[in-house]
């Protein structure tokens, strides 16, 4: 981890004197402060973007208008999902459209280990930006002036993309707060308790990336069961459901989704997969705290999405949405007697145990032991 830290609003600054004001992406814990300060911040402005290809997309958009390029930001678990429309659209050889890229490096080789999901991209995102002609630079705090000059240079000449590389623990973050703040009554963790205690004993659980996950982990601990039927989906953010739906078309088994708004925003159109296929031992649930907690908590776009009204178009025949522990409580009594496709909304508070550790077995454990499950 970096001794020396980078202001956020050094950044902010060096950007501002380059005319980058559109800023767009997904969030990632290791740009964390540089979201926080970039939301306070005037001269610019954040679209909250539901997947990295959108953003890079939109930032396309928004050069076509403007001749300005945008700051697409983002974690590199999400920059497989940017190439796509680099090598498809913004490359030299095609519209030549230039975007600045900032992207958290999970999985640093040269940092602490990460986890296991981090490791493969974080070993091949230098030769694979290299691979798709998009130049980097690793922030350092010595030169963000000159990296960020040099980076928009390479933008008006070439026209074309280049990258800025986060090292986690890169920014300075504000002091925390020491004093312990309650946790709000009905959180994600309190709903994933009820939703254990209301669903048949053998169902198979398949839980999004970050807390989620960890949540659900722990509470199996905390009673004592084995996390055999349970798949902690650690990376492939926003991939659960379709995990979900392709192990309910092979088992009669109960299968329950646990997602969350983000992820479910991420792979929107896999609603319509599963509401075309109407798997009828499948419970969808969507653990819905407006924001992206396991980052940062930065807020998502879900406050305008009325996700069982999207569920019930996609053809899911029974959709719900609660906003309280009685409430979901009285859903999951109705959803457990019946067997079709169902779709439950939870809305929570945000909030989690500032310790909640992480699973202690690894993926592949994960896996072997929830395949000694068929
Ligand atoms: C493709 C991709 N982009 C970004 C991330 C970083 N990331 C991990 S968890 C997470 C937040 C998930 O938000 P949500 O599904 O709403 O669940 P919450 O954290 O609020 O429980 C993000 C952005 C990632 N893992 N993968």
């Known amino acids: 981890m970096p001794s020396q830290k980078i202001e956020p609003q050094a950044l902010l600054n060096a950007l501002a004197n380059e005319k980058i004001s559109r800023c767009l992406g997904v969030p990632d814990s290791t740009l964390e402060a540089f979201i926080r300060a970039l939301d306070l911040d005037d001269r610019f402005e954040n679209l909250r973007s539901t997947n990295e290809c959108e953003a890079i997309a939109v930032a396309m958009g928004q050069y076509l208008a403007t001749r300005q390029p945008s700051l697409v930001y983002l974690q590199n678990s999400g920059f497989g999902k940017t190439i796509h429309p680099i090598t498809s659209l913004l490359s030299s050889e095609i519209f030549r ?62 026209k074309s993309p280049y990258a800025l590389i986060v090292r986690p623990g890169s920014f300075a973050k504000k002091k925390e707060n020491d004093e312990m703040i309650a946790l709000p009554a009905f959180t994600r963790k309190r709903a994933l308790q009820a939703i254990l205690e209301a669903l048949p004993n053998d169902t198979l659980f398949v839980s999004t990336t970050g807390k989620a996950s960890r949540e659900l982990y722990f509470l199996r601990e905390e009673a004592g069961t084995n996390h055999s039927r349970d798949l902690y989906v650690v990376g492939g953010m926003g991939c659960a459901s ?9 088992t009669t088994r109960t299968v329950c989704v646990v997602d969350g708004d983000g992820a479910a ?38 406050p305008t999405v009325d996700f069982p009204g999207v569920a019930r178009a996609c053809g899911y025949p029974w959709t719900r949405r609660v906003d309280s522990l009685a409430s979901l409580q009285e859903a999951l009594k109705e959803a457990s007697r019946m067997h079709q496709l169902r779709f439950l909304a939870v809305k929570v508070e945000p909030g989690s145990d500032p310790e909640l550790g992480r699973p202690l077995e690894t993926p592949r454990e994960n896996a072997e032991n929830f395949m000694g499950k068929f």
């Open 97 to 158: 459209i230039p975007a600045l890229l900032l992207i958290g490096w999970r999985g640093d080789p040269d940092n602490k280990p990460d986890e296991p999901q981090h490791k493969t991209m974080g070993k091949i995102m230098p030769s694979l930006l290299e691979a798709i002609g998009v130049p980097f630079t690793v922030l350092e705090p010595s030169s963000v002036d000159s990296a960020v000059h040099q980076a928009c240079f390479h933008l008006r000449e070439k």
């Open 265 to 302: 925003l991420m792979q929107l159109g896999t609603l319509a997969t599963i509401g075309h296929q109407k798997p009828d031992n499948l419970i969808h649930l969507l653990i819905d705290n407006e924001c992206y907690e396991s980052t940062g908590g930065q807020p998502s776009i879900s």
């Open 242 to 250: 379709a995990i979900g739906l392709g192990i309910a078309r092979e």
